[in-house]
């Protein structure tokens, strides 16, 4: 497969992804990652929250280590297990702070927890969230083109997805995905329904072959056949894997970008080479 032309691909917004470190070192290499992709001048960047809670210090301060550098931060809340008042000494130690963006989650508890808590959908803390902080907050949501793995079937998954938009969700961010017709599927289902909020595809680059297909069979995510045996039949020559995965990925966001995604999310793992090279293969940068 060789790169397409993106002469004819317009420039729209994007926002990055983080995961807190959980050392000194990986702090500093993640400081250092951001400065590099500052220069996709991000809509916002996004920081991930552990199961339960449980990197909630590592979340809040590397989103305060972005709103210091200049750049527009959205901390990631999960609120299974959590109660009323936890939430909501959060939230305003989060509007203390200077957030006006949350990524709103149900999430997973702990291993070994009872699912305990307030909180039993993703809905229920958007609601809550509404009523404690009116408009203060602008509210992302998840959304799954290909269903939510713990789903029962498209239609309930819709339904989740409805309440949680009816619950006053600005926006949404997808899971990764590979197949833009999930995405524009699901897209289109959504607005037959009334739900016209934005619904921003989630890019992951191909970083590793064995590391991303252990991680989609995981969570849900569909590697295409196509994709999968490719990757696979690389082995573990790196470069190959690497050419093969930033021409599939950009490919994809140029389909989506032609049929209309409002932005796009890149979930980068904390390292920046593979999205620069995507955003400069789409005229980003």
Not at 41 to 57: D, I, K, L, N, R
Not at 132 to 148: D, L, N, Q, S
Not at 259 to 275: C, D, I, K, R
């Amino acid at each position: 497969m060789t790169p397409t032309s993106s002469n004819t691909v317009q420039r729209i917004p994007l926002s990055l992804e983080f995961f807190p470190p959980k050392t000194q070192a990986g702090a500093q290499k993640l400081r250092d990652t951001r400065t590099e992709l500052y220069v996709l001048h991000p809509e916002f960047c996004s920081v991930t929250y552990g199961a339960g809670g449980s990197t909630q210090a590592g979340t809040f301060t590397t989103v305060a280590e972005i709103l210091a550098e200049g750049q527009a931060a959205a901390s990631h809340f999960s609120c299974i297990g959590a109660t009323h008042e936890k939430v909501r000494a959060e939230l305003q130690e989060l509007k203390t702070m200077g957030v006006n963006r949350i990524v709103a989650l149900r999430g997973d508890l702990p291993s070994g927890y009872g699912i305990g808590g307030q909180f039993h959908y993703a809905s229920d803390l958007v609601a809550f969230i509404r009523a404690e902080t009116g408009e203060h907050f602008h509210i992302e949501v998840a959304a799954y083109p290909e269903m939510h793995p713990q789903a029962h079937s498209p239609q309930k998954d819709l339904q989740a997805f409805a309440a949680k938009v009816q619950a006053g969700a600005n926006s949404a961010i997808t899971q990764y995905f590979f197949n833009a017709d999930a995405y524009l599927r699901f897209r289109d289902d959504t607005h037959r329904l009334g739900l016209n909020i934005p619904i921003v595809p989630g890019i992951m680059p191909v970083m590793g072959a064995s590391q991303l297909l252990r991680f989609s069979d995981a969570c849900g995510a569909e590697v295409p056949r196509w994709m999968r045996t490719r990757l696979q039949s690389f082995g573990d020559d790196v470069n190959s894997i690497r050419a093969f995965g930033l021409d599939a990925v950009t490919a994809l966001c140029e389909r989506l970008i032609r049929e209309g995604a409002p932005s796009l999310h890149f979930y980068t793992m904390n390292q920046s080479p593979l999205v620069l090279e995507i955003s400069k293969r789409l005229h980003l940068i």
